[in-house]
């Protein structure tokens, strides 16, 4: 009896941390959806989807052009990756059942807490570079790849998700503050 109810919960669990980051969107779309605003909405969301490099800018700033506040795009845009950090940090351990490479990831985040076990101070230090490569718009350091950094590094799914989020936020905020005042000097 005791196993079927560990099961069943095992279960559950499972299916909020896959279902949840999705269903979490859904509002954020019903608004954009019933919004005056929708074709500013449709292309900040697809220019963040399909820009190539540094799509998380373009996309406030594509917002911003079409009228939105500069704020509006921001948020969306640090909102969209802290979901999308948020399933791949409670699913990360689906990864290294994936045959041929499941193998080199486990090993790699094995290596990754032996190291930050080693030395506590890596722990922040791990969480300071997630947050400064999410801060610093480069290419590749967005929000998939950074939260994939940041669990092989073995900083769990909180202070990634925290990292991750934390450094887009002040990121898109930083941008829309940018266009703000530039756009209010005009």
Do not use: Q
């Not at 076990?117 to 997630?130: A, D, P, Q, T």
């Not at 669990?151 to 925290?162: C, N, P, Q, V, Y």
Request: charged letters at 15%.
């Amino acid at each position: 009896m005791r196993n079927t109810l560990s099961g069943c919960t095992a279960f559950k669990s499972l299916l909020i941390r896959f279902f949840l980051p999705i269903l979490l969107a859904f509002p954020v779309a019903f608004l954009i959806l019933i919004s005056g605003e929708f074709p500013a909405y449709a292309a900040t969301v697809g220019t963040f989807f399909f820009a190539f490099g540094t799509g998380e800018i373009s996309a406030i700033i594509v917002g911003s052009a079409l009228g939105l506040n500069p704020f509006i795009p921001a948020l969306l845009v640090a909102f969209i990756e802290s979901d999308m950090s948020l399933f791949i940090a409670w699913n990360f351990d689906y990864l290294k059942k994936i045959p041929k490479i499941g193998k080199y990831i486990a090993k790699y985040e094995e290596k990754g807490a032996e190291v930050i076990k080693s030395r506590k101070s890596l722990e922040n230090l791990g969480f300071f570079f997630i947050f400064s490569a999410m801060f610093v718009p480069l290419h590749g350091t967005g929000a998939i790849t950074m939260t994939l950094v940041g669990r092989i590094l073995a900083l769990g799914e909180k202070r990634t998700w925290l990292a991750v989020t934390l450094g887009s936020l002040v990121r898109s905020l930083l941008v829309a503050s940018l266009i703000f005042i530039g756009v209010s000097f005009l």
